[in-house]
C-alpha cells in the first residue's frame, strides 16, 4: 500500500476531470490536485513526463493504491469497487446497466466528438458548428433515454455515476451556447445535481488552477 | 442513440457495448471477462475505454460523414495511429498471452475489431507489435472466428468467409 494521498491530476475546465472530482467528492476521499494545463506551453498533457504516467495524454489520471489511472469511467468504478460507500452505482444489474448506458452516451457518444483535440482538427472556423450538432445530437438521444430513466435524478432517486458524467457535459454544452430548452429532463436533473454540495466543490470555478477571472 | 449494438434480453433494450458486456458479466459471470482484482479490473476498463471512447467514436461512420469524402482516409488514420500509440504503450505493461495477462477479457473484445478497423483503413500496424501479436493470438480463438464480421447472416455475398 502506498503512504500519501492519491494524486490527481485535472484540469479546471475539463469535462471528464470533474466527474471524477465529484467522485471523490462524494466518497469523501482526500486528494491532491497536479493542475495540468491543457493549452499553455501547447499542452502540458503532452509532456514527456505526463505521457509516462498516462500514454492517451489526457485528463483525467488518478494516481492511487500505488497505480495509475486514465479514463474518468476506469477510475469511477475501481473507485466504486474499493471504496464502495455512498455507491455510484445501484445494485440491481439492470438499474446498473441504465447507468453506464448513460454515461456510455455522454462518454463515448458526445464528449469524445467536441473535445479539444478533435475540436483542432475540425478548424476553428467550423468549431462551433461541429461542437452544437455533436451535442445537439447527443442530448436528443439522452433526454429520450432519460425520460423512461430518471427519477430525482438519471436513474431513480440516487446519485449514480450517470450523474457525474450528465452535469459536466452540461457544463460544456452551456459553454458552447447550445440551447437546452428541448431538453428539460436534462435541465431538472442538472439544476437538481448542481445544488448538492460534491457538485459544487468539484466545480470549474472552485479548482487550484481556475483563472482569477473565473473564479467563484 | 441511433445505433448498434442493442441487445434485447431479460425485458430490457441496452445500447452501448461496454454496457451490454458489464450487463452480461453481471448476469452471467461465467466465464469471466473481467478479471476479480480490482487493479486488474482498472486496466481492462483503461483499455476498453481507450478504444471505445478514445479511438472509435472519432472514426464512426458519422463523424466521417461530417468531416468529408476527401478527409475521410487521413482523418481516420490520423485518430488511428494516435490512439494505438498509447494503446501500444499501455499494452507494454499490461500484456501477457492477452490484453491484460492470460485471461481473455472486454479489453480483447473491444481490441480485434478496432485492429480489423485499422486495416481496413490501411493504417500499418508495424509500429505496433504488442497490439498485433495480441491480435493474431485472440483471432485463432473461435469466439472471435464465428462473430467475425466475414461470418454474419448480414454478410454480404462477395465477404463471406
Not at chain 1, 116 to 128: A, P, T
Not at chain 2, 66 to 84: D, H, I, P, Y
Not at chain 2, 114 to 133: C, G, H, M, W
Amino acid at each position: 500500500m502506498q503512504a500519501g494521498k492519491p494524486i490527481l491530476y485535472s484540469y479546471f475546465r475539463s469535462s471528464c476531470s470533474w466527474r471524477v472530482r465529484i467522485a471523490l467528492a462524494l466518497k469523501s476521499i482526500d486528494y491532491e490536485t497536479v493542475p495540468i494545463n491543457l493549452i499553455k506551453d501547447g499542452g502540458q498533457q503532452f509532456s514527456e513526463e505526463f505521457q509516462a504516467l498516462n500514454p492517451m495524454q489526457q485528463v483525467p489520471a488518478l494516481k492511487i493504491d500505488g497505480i495509475t489511472i486514465g479514463q474518468s469511467l476506469a477510475i469511477i468504478e475501481y473507485l466504486e469497487e474499493t471504496r464502495p460507500t455512498p455507491r455510484l452505482l445501484p445494485q440491481d444489474p439492470k438499474r446498473r446497466a441504465q447507468v453506464r448506458v448513460i454515461s456510455d452516451v455522454i462518454a463515448s457518444g458526445i464528449q469524445p466528438l467536441q473535445n479539444l483535440s478533435v475540436l483542432k482538427q475540425v478548424g476553428q472556423e467550423n468549431q462551433l458548428t461541429w461542437a452544437q450538432k455533436v451535442m445537439r445530437s447527443g442530448f436528443n438521444a439522452l433526454e429520450q433515454i432519460l425520460r423512461s430513466t430518471a427519477g430525482k435524478y438519471c436513474v431513480g432517486d440516487e446519485v449514480s455515476m450517470a450523474d457525474l458524467c450528465l452535469v459536466p457535459q452540461v457544463a460544456n454544452a452551456e459553454r458552447f451556447k447550445v440551447d437546452l430548452t428541448p431538453y428539460p429532463t436534462i435541465s431538472r436533473i442538472n439544476k437538481t445535481l448542481l445544488a448538492l454540495e460534491a457538485f459544487q466543490v468539484s466545480h470549474p470555478c472552485r479548482q487550484p488552477d481556475t483563472p482569477p477571472e473565473l473564479r467563484a | 442513440m441511433q445505433q448498434v449494438p442493442a441487445l434485447k434480453i431479460d425485458g430490457i433494450t441496452i445500447g452501448q457495448s461496454l454496457a451490454i458486456i458489464e450487463y452480461l458479466e453481471e448476469t452471467r459471470p461465467t466465464p469471466r471477462l473481467l478479471p476479480q482484482d480490482p487493479k486488474r479490473r482498472a486496466q481492462v476498463r483503461v483499455i476498453s475505454d481507450v478504444i471505445a471512447s478514445g479511438i472509435q467514436p472519432l472514426q464512426n461512420l458519422s463523424v466521417l460523414k461530417q468531416v468529408g469524402q476527401e478527409n475521410q482516409l487521413t482523418w481516420a488514420q490520423k485518430v488511428m495511429r494516435s490512439g494505438f500509440n498509447a494503446l501500444e504503450q499501455i499494452l507494454r505493461s499490461t500484456a501477457g498471452k492477452y490484453c491484460v495477462g492470460d485471461e481473455v477479457s472486454m479489453a480483447d473484445l473491444c481490441l480485434v475489431p478496432q485492429v480489423a478497423n485499422a486495416e481496413r483503413f490501411k493504417v500499418d500496424l508495424t509500429p505496433y507489435p504488442t497490439i498485433s501479436r495480441i491480435n493474431k493470438t485472440l483471432l485463432a480463438l473461435e469466439a472471435f472466428q464465428v462473430s467475425h464480421p466475414c461470418r454474419q447472416p448480414d454478410t454480404p455475398p462477395e465477404l463471406r468467409a
